[in-house]
């Protein structure tokens, strides 16, 4: 099994809206995505509550049978939208992909 995580910081105006607003949208989008992709096995999108220097503003935890699987994923239409939409609000993105 291959563990995705992601830890996304978001500009605090972007694209027209707030902070708060785009990391809303962005968690709707991501949340969509299981459902149209078959490869996800799990998908849990959280949305920072604790305020802190080096808090990231939303997190991703996503697991996949193989690499092969992630990379689909990852090159997935839908996902791929979701990315560019990301490109235009975040002011940084970290990853870590390992097997469990």
């Not at 962005?26 to 299981?34: D, E, G, H, N, T």
């Not at 990301?86 to 469990?100: G, I, P, Q």
């Amino acid at each position: 099994m291959i563990r995705h995580i992601i830890l996304i910081k978001f500009y605090d105006e972007a694209d027209g809206r707030s902070k708060a607003e785009n990391v809303q949208l962005v968690a709707k989008m991501l949340r969509a995505l299981p459902a149209q992709i078959e490869t996800i096995k799990s998908f849990e999108v959280g949305i920072n509550e604790y305020d802190s220097p080096r808090a990231f503003d939303l997190s991703i935890f996503a697991d996949y049978d193989n690499w092969n699987d992630l990379e689909f994923y990852i090159k997935h239409p839908a996902h791929v939208a979701v990315v560019e939409f990301l490109n235009k609000v975040r002011e940084v993105t970290h990853s870590c992909d390992y097997e469990v």
